[in-house]
């Protein structure tokens, strides 16, 4: 799914450069972006589970180096992350994370988009509905809930309501799903579980809505285990470390 412009604003906070000397500069493998973008961080998470070594590459949002001539040549919309493996450039946060399992296949999380084609027929089918049911009224909301309020505009209350009402009726399939399954392509964790990291952190933490999840009985059950995964909570961390930047 192509991640459009609006949506993208409702995912990226602006965060300082990164203090590269931490990171492993002889990595080939390049992530253009702040860590509390969204899609950054869904891909940060994916390099994380597979255990693959990488460089994190600051964009200032707030100064719109992402809409500079050098930038765009690497990413034509304007958007991040842009990610980068030696010769191959990728953009958009999924398909980055099929390529990054795919080439690094026999490492870290080997379970992470299946080893047959039924497995990862199953992850694409749950990665779709997350990308076409679940991300669309999450991203409304926490534009409206998380950025609205910052930006000093009213909130659109009936577009609150609507959203969490659609939003509520996609966890209420998730619930029956996770009634019979562990995690939404099966009993072992996914990208299809991965994927939904991201903007459910706005949710709960930005936007106050972790009822959402936790008023159901298997996706609270099974937020609490995808929240807590080790690697998610070192993307966390290179979250919290990077105070807000201005222009």
Not at 9 to 16: A, Y
Not at 52 to 77: A, T
Request: glycine share 4%; aromatic share 8%; proline share 6%.
């Amino acid at each position: 799914m192509v991640e459009n412009e609006t949506q993208k604003q409702t995912e990226q906070e602006i965060s300082n450069p990164i203090n590269l000397s931490i990171l492993p500069m002889t990595s080939t493998v390049k992530v253009y972006g702040p860590p509390n973008s969204a899609a950054v961080s869904r891909v940060l998470a994916c390099l994380l589970e597979k255990d693959v070594q990488f460089q994190l590459i600051p964009i200032n949002l707030v100064r719109g180096e992402q809409k500079k001539p050098d930038y765009l040549k690497l990413q034509p919309f304007g958007q991040v992350p842009v990610f980068q493996d030696e010769s191959i450039t990728l953009f958009e946060s999924r398909a980055i994370c099929r390529y990054v399992c795919d080439k690094y296949a026999n490492q870290g999380n080997k379970r992470l988009f299946g080893t047959n084609p039924l497995e990862k027929a199953s992850i694409d089918q749950w990665l779709e509905v997350e990308g076409q049911n679940f991300y669309p009224p999450t991203s409304v909301l926490v534009f409206q809930l998380a950025f609205v309020p910052r930006m000093k505009i009213q909130q659109d209350e009936n577009l609150i309501k609507q959203n969490e009402e659609k939003l509520g009726k996609v966890l209420d399939v998730y619930e029956n799903r996770l009634g019979e399954s562990r995690y939404l392509a099966g009993d072992e964790f996914t990208l299809a579980d991965l994927s939904h990291l991201p903007m459910s952190r706005y949710l709960v933490n930005a936007c106050g809505r972790g009822e959402l999840f936790t008023s159901r009985k298997n996706v609270g059950r099974w937020w609490d285990e995808i929240s807590t995964r080790e690697t998610w909570k070192k993307v966390n961390e290179m979250q919290n470390s990077q105070p807000r930047q201005n222009a």
